[in-house]
C-alpha cells in the first residue's frame, strides 16, 4: 500500500476531472498524497538539498552532536526515550532570524518558500472546488482580515533527522496530527522514515525524488466539517543516512476564525458539527497536546 502519487500538470489538460476526483480521494481517503510535476523546478529543489545540508554540516552538525539528547541516548540503558524527537530543527518565517553562515541559504529558502506558498494557494483551491465551496474559501478564512498581523501565516521547518546510534530507544519526530491548515513537504530522496497511519496500519510515505508530499490539518478538518480528516504521522529514526525534511505550513492567522464551512454543515444539525473557535485559542491547546488524540483539542475549543 503506498499513499497515491498525483500529477498536478494533469489539472490544466483534458484529464482535469479526473485529477480534480483524484485529489478528492486522496484527502477524503487518504489526508497524504504526493504531487509530480508541481511546477516548482527542479533546479530549485536541487538548491535546496544542497543549501540544507551545506547548513547542517556548517551551523548544525557539531551542535546536535553534543546536545542533551545525544547524550542521554548514550548515557541511558535500553529503556525508550518517550518525549522527545531525535530531530535537528529550524523553522523559517518571513519575521524570523534567518541562518547566515551558509552562503546561498537565505535566497535560495525565499526564492522556494514563494514558490511553495503559491502552490499550497494553488491545492486549496483545488480543495475549495472539491468540496463545493467558492474559489478563495480556504484562502479567505485562513487570512482573517488580511490586515496588519491577521494574515495567514506560512512557516517552513527545514529538519534533519541525524543518523541515530539506537533507532529503537527514540524516534525522529513521535505521532502527531498537524495543527494547521495545508503542509507541503519536500523530503530527502533516499532516506525513509515517515509513516502514516491508515486503517490502523503505519505505512511508510515512499520518497520519491523532487516530489511534494501535501498533508491536510486540523483546520482543514475543521472547515471541511469532517470530510477530509487530519492523518496521524510520525517519523522513525534510523542508523544511517541524515534525512533532510523542508516542510512548509500554510495556516490561519492567530486571529482567524475557523468553523465549518456552512455549505458543508447539514441544516439544523448538531450532533457531529465541528467547533467553531479562534485558531491562537486551538493552539494555545496544541502546544500543550500535540501528540495526543485530536478530538480533546476539538472538545477544549468549543468549550471556550
Ligand atoms: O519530517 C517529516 O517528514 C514530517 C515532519 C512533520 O510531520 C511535522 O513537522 O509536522
Ligand atoms: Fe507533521
Given at each position: 500500500m503506498a499513499i497515491p502519487v498525483i500529477d498536478f500538470s494533469k489539472l490544466n489538460g483534458q484529464d482535469r476531472t479526473k485529477t480534480l476526483a483524484q485529489i478528492a480521494i486522496a484527502c477524503e481517503e487518504w489526508g497524504f498524497f504526493q504531487l509530480v510535476n508541481h511546477g516548482i523546478a527542479e533546479e530549485v529543489?536541487?538548491?535546496v538539498k544542497k543549501v540544507s545540508a551545506e547548513f547542517y554540516k556548517v551551523e548544525r552538525e557539531e551542535n546536535f552532536k553534543n546536545s542533551e539528547l545525544a547524550n542521554?541516548?548514550?548515557?541511558?540503558?535500553?529503556?525508550?526515550?518517550?518525549?522527545v524527537d531525535w530531530e535537528d530543527v529550524i523553522t523559517l518565517t518571513d519575521d524570523s532570524q534567518w541562518p547566515f553562515k551558509t552562503p546561498g541559504f537565505q535566497e535560495t529558502m525565499k526564492e522556494y518558500r514563494c514558490e511553495l506558498k503559491k502552490l499550497a494557494e494553488k491545492v486549496m483551491e483545488v480543495m475549495d472546488e472539491n468540496l463545493g465551496l467558492p474559489k478563495?474559501?480556504?484562502?479567505?478564512?485562513?487570512?482573517?482580515?488580511?490586515?496588519?498581523e491577521n494574515t495567514a501565516f506560512f512557516g517552513t521547518k527545514v529538519s534533519h533527522y541525524p543518523p541515530c546510534p539506537n533507532p529503537?530507544?527514540?524516534?525522529g519526530l513521535r505521532a502527531h496530527t498537524d495543527a494547521g491548515g495545508v503542509i507541503l513537504l519536500f523530503q530527502d530522496d533516499e532516506v525513509g522514515g515517515l509513516q502514516i497511519l491508515k486503517d490502523g496500519q503505519w505505512i511508510d510515505v515512499q520518497p520519491l525524488k523532487n516530489t511534494i508530499v501535501i498533508n491536510t490539518g486540523d483546520q482543514i478538518e475543521v472547515l471541511s466539517n469532517g470530510r477530509y480528516k487530519s492523518t496521524w504521522h510520525r517519523v522513525l529514526s534510523t542508523a544511517d543516512g541524515n534525512r533532510l525534511s523542508v516542510a512548509s505550513f500554510y495556516n490561519p492567522s492567530?486571529?482567524?476564525?475557523?468553523?465549518?464551512?456552512?455549505?458543508?454543515?447539514?441544516?439544523?444539525r448538531k450532533e457531529g458539527t465541528y467547533p467553531k473557535f479562534v485558531f491562537g485559542d486551538y493552539m494555545s491547546v496544541y502546544v500543550q497536546q500535540k501528540f495526543m488524540p485530536k478530538e480533546p483539542r476539538f472538545q477544549a475549543v468549543r468549550a471556550m
Open positions: 529543489l536541487e538548491r542521554l541516548l548514550n548515557e541511558t540503558g535500553d529503556e525508550k526515550l518517550e518525549n478563495g474559501y480556504i484562502k479567505k478564512a485562513f487570512n482573517g482580515t488580511g490586515e496588519g529503537e530507544k527514540v524516534t492567530l486571529e482567524a476564525t475557523i468553523a465549518p464551512a456552512a455549505q458543508l454543515v447539514e441544516k439544523g
